[in-house]
């Protein structure tokens, strides 16, 4: 590998002399850099480029390139000289300027010298291959001390703290329990933080912020030695009284000597640190790292991650552009007000300061009057003001208080709204501290810019893990009031983090401005944000996107480490949306960044490119408010399946008068079991805890699962008796039948449920067009599950028949009925047989089979439910669909293919008494399933694989769910986890031959259909 990169450099060299006529340092170096690049991947370093390193002077001085290490600390340097130069002289040079001399190689493309800790260690000619593998070798060998152990007191900090924290916690709550003096404190302090954070803080969450401010006191004073911190900041200032009332002395020594080893470490990276700069990426290591241990939930619901300065100063320029290009003044001009909403450690408040620097005057109003952050939380807090601080210090050489940092919830501040004012406007009339007095004055400024990085932890997917964001019942209503009122989604995921800061950015900004976000991408085209695109383009006058990608979910050929900038699955994007007073209409503009870019070059991209110079596709949004990805053909013009309003009401202009959802249960492990006998065992276990629980408790136990829906039933004394009657069959996934405890307690949502407790029934279920998840459909006679096309991703379930009240209607409409008979007079087609509902249901099924169709609308699939066209022979593609139909629903009464089946002893399970080792695994070339350690299945024909579902095929779901997994809740997993494949592997074996020929007569019809005249 390293060989191989030598190679490719010196290839490159080679290339750039020939091509560009030159040896200039400026165009050879480049091949060095990728060289360096490449080596650094390996070792988990990042190459920036133009790294500030300190002098003497106090001129600015620029390393050509270092390798960081991920605490954002320097491993090693690089600098490339000209070949014309001498290079001796110049290295003596560089270090009389203050180059840092422990680990750097000069390199003039002639030949490479390295220096560590002042001495030269080696040199040779860049084209002796295996002296300069050597000599890169012992560069990346280099070990820094301070490094090493603070990487080893980060280790043994994540395995100390929670004892730390513990005793923390026990002291405080003690001697809460037993000082007046420091009750009345913390209770005075709570008062304050209900008012400016979220009214239902606790004393406990009081503690948790004393801990915050204790744990970090050591940390700021090693990296700002001097400081008064605790004493200068309004919050710090109360805290700290807060502290001094018990913990001090003794005490405090006696508590937090096991971390001390971490503090000791930190002060001597702190040390080593020189730069301003560097002291700014180091804070900002810190608070990831601290919050990740110290509160994992936290640090997720926050999104406690910072931003890359590269892409904060992309926004600010493009901020500052359009301010310029709409409004005709810039950021720095009086009267433009700017405000960060969620400034974590403030970056985007000190980029802004850079951005400003060089104009004095300016700054300095700037600063004291028209730059505003919020941050919720205490570690956050102290590092944006830190930094905010000593960055004005930095540029303007005078330290200035930055009054306009407020620790308060932004969401919750919903005063300084425009036209949706809430409930802070009582709130404060009676509070008069520094903080209430800052949010006052921010709240008092009409805000022209709103720029940041909102947090977003997408819904939590698990009820257990009691990580939901709390509510903010204001912004909430006012999404569901425009977002969503403006959707023709069904469900909708839109009280999610980054959602609400859009919506209360949008409220917030004056009616002349820019709000510039980064964000989840989801919004650019997830069908679920349909009414936020409709919604943001009616609110604003220019959008634009740029669509940095990444996201895992959406392409599972990325690497969330990779490809996305913040490292994460979620794919992100900025944003940059002008609101223009008495303008008209809206231009959206989109560039994208190629699907395969890695994140370094995605933000090496935008560290280099200007907003204006940026090629921007101009979008004309469809009538479903779809942005890209947008499909030109005669869709439209089909029959609605169902309407928006379907679910609710009969007698739409639709194919189904209603649809539901597949059951719910948000408790599968519980509620689902292949053995009737299992199932009802774990049902009178869950009835058993949940009568156990007191409608009064306020906590809930891990032992059963429960969701909000859940606790809400327990509060109210919702009660059920187990009844054997409740449990029925359910095809939870495509040819897998288990069955199902239909229980309206234990259910969250019954969906498709009731369809099927009346009377037999068929349904097509189809994918959501929300799912991420290649589209299926598939028809079935027992209750359907919610994730039937697959896990997270939901169904749509087209009865036959629905029932009102004991009542069974037909659930085709009479307007399709109609409408389908004007279609095909008979007098138009000769003899056929007079169409019925029944066909008409069989003729949809038939359709959605369609191979052509299914190619053709493939988006609109994506986006909307299916719309039905009208092909030229009606009989044929509803016969198609019946015969689909037998196939589907009746699989395990279909005729077996005929698989040759081998069967050799595992003597090794045998003698040791077990059954042979379940495998379930599919070898498509070859046609073989692999049943487990003694039993194959061969010849399978090559179409059945081909008769696939989402992103399987038939037989491929059968062989998924007959596996042995371990179940996810652990009294399950401790209790009832009794389900050995070897019990039903005949079962198997005889189903995978039925599904075998349903899938090689599916692939038949569809093959007939491709040909057939449409
Ligand atoms: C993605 S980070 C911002 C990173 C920042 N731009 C940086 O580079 O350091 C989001 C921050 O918003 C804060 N936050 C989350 N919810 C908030 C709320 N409701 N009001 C104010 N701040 C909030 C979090 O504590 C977190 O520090």
Redesign the pocket.
Known sequence: MSQLLIQQYLNQLATLKKVSGTTRESVVREAFKDLLKGWARAHDLTFVPEHEVAAPTKERRYVDGALMHTLRVPFGYWEAKDSKDDLDVEIEKKFRAGYPRTNIIFEDSEQAVLIQHGQEVMRCGVEEVAALEKLLKLFFAYARPEIEAFRKAVEQFKTDLPAVLDALREMIEREYAKDLKFRKAAHEFLQHVQEAVNPSLSDADVREMLIQHVLTGEVIAAVFPGTTYHEDNNIARELHKLEATFFTGNTRFQTLKGLEPYYAAIRKAASEIQTHHEKQTFL?AIYENFYKVYNPKAADR??????PNEIVRFMIEGADWLCEKHFGRNLIDHDVQILD????????ICELLEHFRGQKAKLAFKYQNELHA????IL?YYVANLNIEATYAAIAGEYKEFPNLCF????DNTYGLRKHKGHMDDIFGTMSDINVQRIRNQNSKRISVII????YNANQLNENENNKNREYPEIDKRIKDTYIDASTAQKTKLYD?YARFFRWASDRLDENGVLAFISNRSFIEGRTFDGFRRVIADEFNEIRIVDLGGDVRLNPKLSGTKHNVFGIQIGVAISLLVRKAKSKGCRIFYARRPEFETAEEKISFLANTKIDALEFEEIQPDKTSSWINISKNDFSSFLPIVSKSSSKQAGEKALFSTYSLGVSTNRDEWLYDYEPHRLTAKVQHLIRRYEAHSPRDATFGEDIKWSETLKRRARSSVREQFDPTRIRQSTYRPFFKTNVYLSPLFIDRPGAASQFVQQANRTIVLSDPTAQKPWLVCAVDQVPDLHFVGAAAGAICLSWLRFDDHLSIENVTAWAFDQFRKKYRPSNFGKVEPITKQMIFHYVYGVLYDPIYREKYAINLKHEFPRIPFYSNFWQWAEWGKRLMELHIGYEEIASAKLKRKDVLDEKSRKAGLAPKSALKANKESGRIVIDSETTLEGVPAEAWEYRLGNRSALEWVLDQYKEKTPKDPTIREKFNTYRFADYKEKVIDLLGRVTTVSVETQKIIEAMRKAPH
């Open positions: 900002k926050l999104g406690v991650v910072y931003t909403p969620a400034a974590g450690t403030g970056t985007f919020n941050e919720v939380a956050p308060v919830d932004t969401l940041g990085n909102p947090p983090m």
